[in-house]
């Protein structure tokens, strides 16, 4: 997987991305990351990259040429191709007004070849960007920041761990929150429950009480399917408390649906 970054701020990814799970999927070859400075593709003594927007308005917005040109320089396939499907590569501009950016889209990208990542600045940038040169255009939430960096570190890192190899024991991504599977992962085989769309179940370790708080006793027990059992509800619980939006698209048994019709009773009562 390669990631191309278009940033006025090549500085801010030498952190985020120079440690764990992103760092070693660099090394081993899983991914490669290259930052392009915005600037570097200007043409004016002044390095220019915003202008006001047409119509007046607060603000500045990104210049549509140093986009255009740095996109141009990376020999991608052509926009039609991408759309397509017949080149595994997609152009993505972060932005507040995007589509939200979710574990399935990563799930998505994960299977590209390469994806460019435009990160908007300011008031955003020119519209000919997304309505032209852009596949997509993505938010990491529903609130604004100063730019597209910090989004582009979070998607790059959530694309990244979905890569074969890049963490230790794959079928750890295959369990977390969010992660949505065919079958209704109460019914799986090992010990542990996998997400099925909804939030991870709780995790514990040692030691077995810690200041009169102790560990559930259901987990101790060495009970598989009493286990299983249990992650599984709590995963319900805690999905109807933070998250009951992901009950939409999530795969529930009769059995899910019992517990949770009899958890809502409780909470009500």
């Known amino acids: 997987m390669k990631a191309d970054i278009l940033t006025i701020f090549p500085g801010f990814f030498s952190g985020p991305l120079d440690h764990g799970i992103t760092r070693r999927a660099c090394e081993m070859g899983l991914a490669k990351i290259e930052v392009h400075d915005l600037r570097q593709f200007t043409h004016d003594k002044h390095r220019t990259v915003d202008d006001r927007?047409?119509?007046?308005?607060?603000?500045?917005?990104?210049?549509?040429?140093?986009?255009?040109?740095?996109?141009?320089?990376?020999?991608?396939?052509?926009?039609?191709?991408?759309?397509?499907?017949?080149?595994k590569e997609s152009v993505i501009v972060l932005s507040a007004q995007g589509q939200r950016f979710t574990q399935r889209v990563a799930t998505e990208l994960a299977a590209?070849?390469?994806?460019?990542?435009?990160?908007?600045?300011?008031?955003?940038?020119?519209?000919?960007?997304?309505?032209?040169?852009?596949?997509?255009?993505?938010?990491?939430?529903?609130?604004?920041?100063?730019?597209?960096?910090?989004?582009?570190?979070?998607?790059?890192?959530?694309?990244?761990?979905l890569l074969p190899g890049a963490?230790?024991?794959?079928?750890?991504?295959?369990?977390?929150?969010?992660?949505?599977?065919?079958?209704?992962?109460?019914?799986?085989?090992?010990?542990?429950?996998?997400?099925?769309?909804?939030?991870?179940?709780?995790?514990?370790?040692?030691?077995?009480?810690?200041?009169?708080m102790p560990v559930p006793e259901v987990l101790i027990n060495g009970n598989h399917l009493e286990i299983r059992r249990w992650r599984r509800e709590q995963a319900l619980r805690k999905t109807l408390r933070n998250r009951p939006d992901l009950f939409d698209g999530a795969a529930l048994s009769e059995k899910d649906k019992k517990f949770l019709a009899e958890t809502k009773q409780d909470v009500t009562k």
């Open 53 to 87: 927007p047409f119509g007046g308005g607060e603000g500045m917005v990104l210049k549509p040429e140093p986009i255009f040109d740095c996109l141009e320089s990376l020999g991608l396939a052509s926009r039609e191709q991408r759309l397509a499907g017949s080149a």
């Open 112 to 161: 590209l070849d390469r994806m460019v990542l435009i990160c908007g600045r300011y008031e955003g940038v020119d519209e000919r960007v997304a309505e032209y040169l852009a596949d997509r255009e993505l938010s990491i939430g529903d609130y604004v920041l100063s730019g597209g960096e910090l989004g582009a570190a979070v998607i790059v890192e959530a694309v990244t761990r």
């Open 167 to 212: 963490v230790g024991n794959e079928a750890s991504t295959r369990q977390e929150s969010f992660t949505a599977h065919g079958e209704v992962a109460a019914n799986s085989a090992d010990s542990t429950c996998g997400s099925g769309g909804l939030l991870d179940y709780p995790h514990y370790t040692r030691p077995a009480e810690f200041r009169g």
